[in-house]
Structures are given as structure tokens and as C-alpha cells.
């Protein structure tokens, strides 16, 4: 009955708060210290299972665009390749010549137009 009214209705509606977990969190000295533990609890729960997803930012096509492209481009950059095999590196040569390929379709598009 120590417990602050909130912690109190939040396991009311979760029943697999340990009850040992409350009892202890009670014995505490201060609210503040019972909210503060308590939310350890719930921060640890969350990481144990996951957590909720990140808020996603809703990007324009243009923008994800730009940023795929940014990302793969500090990829390239950063990749050291000197211990590849032979294979490796002939398909990783294979791929850039086609996103070459890619790109020059891009920016230069066969219809003459400008691109968006």
C-alpha cells in the first residue's frame, strides 16, 4: 500500500509484475526512489523483449532515394577489400559496373528528358 496510486494501477493491470519486485520497490524510502526503480523495472522489461520500434520518419521517395544512395556510397568508401578472394572481388566488379550502368541510365534517361 507504500506504492505511489500510479504504480499501483499499472500492475492492477499487468499481473506478471513479481510481487516480490513490489515489495521491494515499497520498502524504499522515498516516492521518488519507488518511481525511479520502477522504471528501471520497465525500461529492463522493454529491453528483454525488444522495445518498441523506433518512430520510423516518413521520408519523400526523393529523400529516401538520396539517402540509400548516400549510405551505400560511405559503404563503399569504407570497404577494405584487400582480403577478399578472387571471386569476391570479380563479383563485387561485376555489380558496380551494373550500378555504373544504373546510374548513367539515371542521369542520363533515353527519352532526353530531364530527370525528376
Known amino acids: 500500500m507504500n506504492l505511489p496510486a500510479e504504480i499501483r494501477?499499472?500492475?492492477r493491470g499487468d499481473r506478471k509484475t513479481p510481487k516480490g519486485l513490489l515489495v521491494e520497490i515499497s520498502r524504499k524510502k522515498q516516492v521518488r526512489g519507488m518511481r525511479?526503480?520502477?522504471?528501471?523495472?520497465?525500461?529492463?522489461?522493454?529491453k528483454a523483449q525488444g522495445g518498441p520500434a523506433p518512430a520510423r520518419?516518413?521520408?519523400?521517395?526523393?529523400?529516401s532515394f538520396t539517402l540509400a544512395v548516400d549510405t551505400?556510397?560511405?559503404?563503399i568508401r569504407d570497404?577494405?577489400?584487400?582480403?577478399?578472394?578472387?571471386?569476391?572481388?570479380a563479383a563485387a566488379h561485376d555489380s558496380l559496373g551494373?550500378?555504373?550502368?544504373?546510374i548513367d541510365n539515371f542521369m542520363n534517361p533515353a527519352g532526353g528528358g530531364e530527370t525528376a
Open 36 to 46: 525511479t526503480a520502477w522504471n528501471k523495472y520497465k525500461e529492463g522489461l522493454l
Open 72 to 75: 551505400l556510397r560511405e559503404r
Open 79 to 89: 570497404t577494405d577489400a584487400a582480403a577478399w578472394s578472387a571471386e569476391e572481388l
Open 98 to 102: 551494373l550500378l555504373q550502368e544504373a
Open 57 to 63: 520518419v516518413k521520408r519523400s521517395p526523393g529523400a
Open 9 to 11: 494501477d499499472e500492475c
